[in-house]
């Protein structure tokens, strides 16, 4: 009985010294940027989307989980000036077809877990939630001083964006667009 009192006090100890030394960094919305790309067969646009809110959350200071809301509805073409279709094609990227944003104004992304790599470099898995639809996603991020970098893609098809995909449609030729599109995402914290 003396032996479980004695674990039972270590558990509590090493847990709650655990608990007091982790720290949530709350995400700089207005200085953190994500950018995208899609891609298609007779070329490529370009953008960002604004990051609504985001924490970073630190242990012993290294990175220990995260959670970030993404404002779907700030869409925006930067590889187009207005009157070129920029307007349309941003309209088109918020309606049913892709991202649905009147339904679903916001994306998700919770990270599920982390290994530590070397230079300040951990692999994530994280549940990334689009139109309602969560799916898991693994990505390399680097952590140096308060800012935070991420590049990956994500399959749009996984969640239920299959406008112009060749995997569900036939005879598109020219008018296929990628399954996958690519973020590049700094965190400022």
């Known amino acids: 009985m003396k032996n479980f009192k004695t674990i039972a006090i270590a558990l509590l100890v090493t847990f709650g010294a655990a608990t007091v030394s982790a720290q949530a960094k709350k995400v700089d919305a207005t200085k953190s940027t994500i950018s995208w790309v899609g891609k298609k067969v007779t070329g490529q646009h370009s953008g960002v989307v604004s990051l609504k809110e985001g924490t970073l959350v630190f242990k012993d200071k290294k990175l220990a ?15 187009l000036k207005a009157g070129e279709g920029k307007e349309k094609l941003e309209g088109h990227f918020k309606s049913d077809d892709f991202f649905g944003t009147e339904k679903f104004p916001t994306a998700t992304l919770t990270f599920k877990s982390l290994g530590a790599k070397a230079n300040n470099t ?26 935070a970098t991420t590049a990956f893609k994500v399959n749009r098809t996984l969640y239920d964006i299959k406008y112009g995909s060749g995997s569900f449609f036939d005879n598109l030729g020219d008018k296929a667009i990628d399954d996958n599109f690519e973020l590049s995402v700094a965190l400022v914290f």
Request: aromatic share 8%; proline share 2%.
């Open 122 to 147: 951990y692999s994530v898995t994280a549940d990334l939630t689009i139109k309602g639809i969560t799916k898991p996603v693994t990505f390399d991020i680097v952590v140096n001083g308060n800012k």
């Open 65 to 79: 989980g995260g959670s970030f809301t993404v404002d779907m509805t700030s869409i925006n073409v930067t590889d």
